[in-house]
Every structure is written in C-alpha cells, then in structure tokens.
C-alpha cells in the first residue's frame, strides 16, 4: 500500500510540473452542462517517459513496462483532482474517470522499437513499441463503445443503482469485451443489463501498415521470394483520419491479442502518430564532382555527360539520350514538398522497341527513393474489400498510384490496357484524384458515400506505334503514332518522347551487339571511357538533386512566359489547340528538374531553354510543327562522343536558343517590352 501511494504522490508531483492539472481542469470544463450525463468521462493525459524517469524511475518503469497498471495509477489520481477541486459533480466513482496516455516519445533504444519484418507474433507484455512504415489499407471510421454502464436487476442489490459497474474499453479488447449480456453483479451474482442511455461511443478506424522494404518488392527491378506481412492498427477517437493511404508514418503503440473466437489477431492500438519518411544518402559521388568542376564554363554538359553515362548496361552510349534525360529530369523533380505540395513530371514514351525501352525504364525505377511497378491485371488506384475485424465496413486497399505516392509510377505498355481503365487513367492525370464509390448497402451503411484519394506520383509509360491507332491528323506535319494510345491521353500525359532511330540499321546493330556482350561477358565495362559512374552514385545524385530547394531567375521566367504566350497565340490561330496552364506547370517543372540535375538553385535562362525545346517537341508529337522550327532532337542535336561533340552541342544550342527568343519576339504580346530585337 505505501508503494501504490508513493507512486501516485509522484503521478500527482509530475502532472504539477509538467501542466497535466492544469490541462486537466481545462478538460473538465467540456462537461460542465448539468443536462449532460455519461457513464464515463475521458481525459487524455501527455506522458514524457523521460520526465517521468525523472521525478520517479520506479513509475518510469510502470509507465513503460506496465501501462495498464500506470493508467489505473493516474486514473486514481485524477479522480482525486476532480472530487477534491470538485471540478465534475456528476463523476461518482473512480471507474467514470478513462484515463488514455498519450506518449509522447519512447527511450531509443532496440527494446522499444518494433521491426515490422521480424516482429514476434506470440504472447507478451503489452507495453509501449514504435514502428514505421507505409499505409497500404484503410477503414472508414465507425462507432466503438467507450464506456458503459450496468446495473443489477436484483431491485434490492445496492448495484441496482448508481455507478458501481462501469466498464471501458481496453487495448486489444472486442465490442465483446465491453459490452454483452452475460456480466454478472460483483456483489449479489445476479445479471447485470446495460443502461443503454449512458453508453459512450467513440470513432474507431483500422489501417494495415506494411515495412518499408516491401516496396522493393513493387519496383520489379529484381525478382525476390521475400514476403510482406502487414499489421493492423487500431485508431480511435482523435486519432482517427491521422494517416493516409500511400503516406509513411512513425507510430507509438501497444501490441495486443484481439480474441475473435476461434481466432486470435495480433495487432497494435496506437498511441500516437506521426509523419515518417526513410532516411536516404544525399551525398554526390567524387566522380560527379569531379564531372561537375570540370564542365562548370558550359551550362548545359554536365546534365548531357550524367543522361549519356546513363543505363550503359541495357543500352549503348547515344541511344535514347533524350529519353534519358527526361527519366532523370523525372526522378529528381518527384517529390512530396509537403503534405499538400506535390511535383511531378508524367512521361509517355512513342517507341517501335518497347522491350529495351521498357527494361530502361524499370532501371531507372530502382533509382528512385520510391517506385511501383505496375502489372497491367493489377489495381492501379484502389480496390474495396468487406473488413475482417468484425465490423464489416468497407476496407480500402492502395492500389499501385497510392503506393506510389511521393514517387514513380510505372504503368508499362498502355496498349495492354482496356478502354475504360485508359479513360481512368488520363482522368487521373487531369485531375491527380481517384475516386472510390462505396456503396452502403453492400458494407453495412445506410447511404452510398464517395471517397476521394490525392493522386501524388509520376507517372511512366510507353507506347507501341506499331499499333496503328487509326489517328487522322498524322499527316500533319511534325505529328507521330502514338499507337493505341487516344490524343487526349497523350495530351494528359504532358511530356511525349518519341524513341526515333537517327541512324537506322546501324543503330539496331550496335543494340544487338550490346546486348549479345553483355549476355557473354556481364559486368564487364564495354565502353572504356575517362568518366564511369556506378548505379549508387546515380541513386546518391538523384537523392541530392531531390533534396535541393531551386527558385526561378527573372530571365528563365521571361522565356517561360514568353514561349507560352507567343505558342498558346500562334497554335490557336493556326491549329486550334489550346494550350492549357498545365503547360505552364510542365515548362517550370521541367527548367526546375533541369536545374537540380545541374546541382544549382538557381534556374538559368539556359534551363528554361531545355524546357521549352523538350516541350515543343512534345506537343509538336501530339498536334504538329508551329512556327518555331526546330529538330526532332532538338536537345541532343549531335553525338557527344569526345569534347568536339559536347562543343558542337553547346553552339547549336546557342542558336536554338536565339530562335526561341525571336519566337517569343515576334508572336508573345508585349514581348518588345522584355527582350531586344537584336
């Protein structure tokens, strides 16, 4: 008995110091309405473990290691407070009084960190873990029964009356557990039935949280025979509609055994919750920069040596150099700034080879801090199932754009893809939301409900233009196949890229003669070259280019406005296309990439060039030539292959460079007034 009072003398010294009474008299003034009667009164207390260490490690020890039993010592302690400072009259007896602590860290160290790869699932103490990882399912939110309150239906039974039988949900406990009809009276053994009138409902809601290695798993890179469990959490109360599908969380919780008879489900309750994301190298590799110091005079060759370097084990040196830019302008603008600001850049690939392009494409998403490969049988964007707790709700699971979040989503070739999922899809890259259709019948509710997800990924994709699509303006010129793919998705998709080979035949070759090499001789450098670059310092490059904060200069500002105004006029008045503010979007996101890729905060002029010649090739793809003339391959206009071919590359973009600003001079309004006529 003394031990139980020093404890709660020291419960009482800490609310004191740490502002608990103080918040705790807040609290009570929630239930000051004379007309409102409950069962049980909750009260959620903050608990620094490390404070608590402090004022008494015995309780320390409790609050850590025991929280059921902390709970009834700060439970006791409150009751208490509020009988003595008479802050609640209608609280009777000490069960009204549902204490929930509300951790606020835990000691970091192995014992308190629970590793969702390898967490036991047998029995034993139910005390306090932190785990992270990746919501990959949710309920809705539904009701949950607090307290409640019975009475004895023995009339002469002092239980018959008052509030000596109060019952509260604990962690791991069923609806069961708290409320049924088989209780019976402590005092006489008599049956005890519900006041139904006093009972306390709180929200409820469950996620299935997953490791964080499981998406390795998704990007489709390397085959594994690893398997991913997830766990289930239980939110409740204000807790609930804290996390979101797709997003990775930090979560304070206490392990429990949920009895379903016949079943018993290992879960979590959590405690608290917080935003989490994986840790990754930002560093730049000595031989990037290097690379970086020695091509510092010229703007615009470090980026072409880092895309000529790029994917030299699937593709030889010059193919694609376009497309691999743009995949690196692509994984370096990814990114989720905050929870409502997202970057991305969509790329749709035209090619007649989508086998090698699809192998460069599934490379370059294992460089990505996080991708998703796409299987075309699959879910892309969220499927329902009937929840397996109990409740039957509607579960919501993340289909590959959710898991995606924050990163690459890779959809493959579209022409696998039905019409009806095409259509989903370019809705999507609209409007980055899906939404889902519940319908309340079929999941135990009264009315249907739609839910709406924010879509925040990039997304890839390819397709075959072997496959006529039976387009009747590809005789304009400028305009390509586009396959299976309708004008409309192409338009959604933003940034087109048309695989051509400049060279024909001789180009076919030196693929066959790279692969059949590499088949022979793997591993083995086929190019020797001054400059090598290993797949970690491009996944360390990409790393730090997401991490870099650009702002845009006032002259890569003015080519971005003036291209558009002087292309939205000269391709309404002579194609009728409109040209949307999502391409304003794409040329700044693309100047930004551009600008990361260089290792700069600063967005040049020259960005805004390789934004605006990467545009204009794009919608040139999709509805043809306007009146600023350029190459097909306007930002790779010759082979890099030594120093004379960077030197020709730098003066032909020079002169593209010029034909944009008299573009922009003689067709942008007002354009007289920010650029000179010579």
Known sequence: MADILSLKESVLVYLDRSGGLQKLTEDCKRFSDPQQTEAVYGFRITVNPTDIIEVDPILGDCVLHDPLRAIVLFQSVCFLAIKTLSLIEKIHTESQVNVILNFTHLPPFPEYTLDLCSFPRVYGPMRPVSMEGLVIAMTRVTKYTQGARFLCINDDCPCSAGFRHIRVHAPGATESATVRNDFCCMMCSSQLKEDVKFRVLGDKQLVELIHVKALDVLRGYQQSSLRYQSVTLFLRDELCNS?????????????????????????????????????????????????????????????????????LELT???????????LLLSLVQTQTATKDIFYNLDLLVATT??????????????????????????????????????????????????????????????????????????????????????PGRKYGEDADQQLSFPIHCSFWALTDTTRRSG????????????????????????????????????????????????????GKPQYPSSWEFTTQDYQELIAHAQSLQVELSPAAEKIIHGYY?????????????????????????????????????????????????????????????????????????????DVDGLHRRDATLDELHQNILRFIYNYAPGADAYIAEE
Not at 493 to 519: K, M, N, P, S, Y
């Open 471 to 522: 387009r009747t303006d590809c005789a304009v010129l400028g305009t390509a196949e586009m396959g299976s793919v309708p004008l409309q998705l192409a338009d959604a998709f933003g940034l087109v890229i048309q695989c051509r080979d400049r060279v024909g035949e001789e180009a076919l070759l030196a693929q066959t003669v790279h692969t059949l090499q590499q088949a022979v001789q793997p």
């Open 353 to 438: 080879d989508t086998f090698i392009l699809d192998r460069l494409m599934t490379y370059s998403l294992s460089l990505a801090c996080r991708g998703v490969r796409h299987q075309a049988s699959g879910e892309i964007f969220a499927s329902l199932s009937r929840d397996e707790h109990g409740t039957g709700t509607a579960n919501i699971h993340a289909g590959s754009a959710l898991l995606a979040t924050g990163g690459i989503c890779m959809l493959g070739d579209l022409g696998y893809y039905k019409k009806d999922r095409l259509d989903s899809i370019q809705s999507v890259l609209e409007s980055h939301a899906v939404s889902v259709f519940i």
């Open 565 to 641: 105004m002087a292309s939205r006029r000269v391709r309404t008045q002579s194609q009728g296309v409109n040209m949307s503010v999502a391409s304003i979007k794409l040329l700044i996101s693309l100047a930004e990439a551009h600008c990361k890729l260089c290792l700069r905060t600063c967005v040049l002029e020259e960005d805004a060039v390789i934004a605006v010649l990467l545009c204009e090739n794009s919608v040139t793809l999709k509805h043809g030539a306007s009146a600023l003339i350029i190459p097909p391959d306007a930002v790779f206009p010759c082979d890099l292959e």
């Open 316 to 326: 030889p040196p010059g193919l694609y150099n376009t497309l691999k830019l743009s």
């Open 243 to 311: 996390m979101r599908i797709g997003r990775f969380y930090r979560v304070l919780g206490i392990p429990a055994h949920v009895h379903q008879s016949p079943n018993i489900t290992w879960s979590v309750e959590a405690n608290s919750v917080q935003p989490w994301e994986p840790e990754y190298c930002h560093k730049v590799s000595g031989s990037f920069q290097e690379l970086l110091e020695v091509t510092a005079s010229s703007p615009w060759t470090f980026p072409a040596i880092v895309a000529h370097c790029f994917g």
